[in-house]
């Protein structure tokens, strides 16, 4: 989590934006572009969610 603050924060911490919505926009943005391609978590054995999920995609694939 400590890592995601700090991603976050230095990547769009100094936006201003217009409306709350227009901020919650960014931050999912970030997450899905940014955080969950480059960041790796030890309970899905040291991958990215985004390979997790590509994993589990050609698993489905396969098993059709």
Known sequence: MR???????????TTVWETRAQARQDVFRWIAEHHNREQLHSTI????????????NQRLYLAT
């Not at 890592?3 to 911490?13: R, S, Y």
């Not at 054995?45 to 589990?56: E, F, G, M, S, V």
């Open 45 to 56: 054995d040291y991958i990215t969610p985004y390979q997790a999920r590509a994993r589990c």
């Open 3 to 13: 890592d995601l603050k700090h991603g976050l924060k230095a990547e769009i911490g």
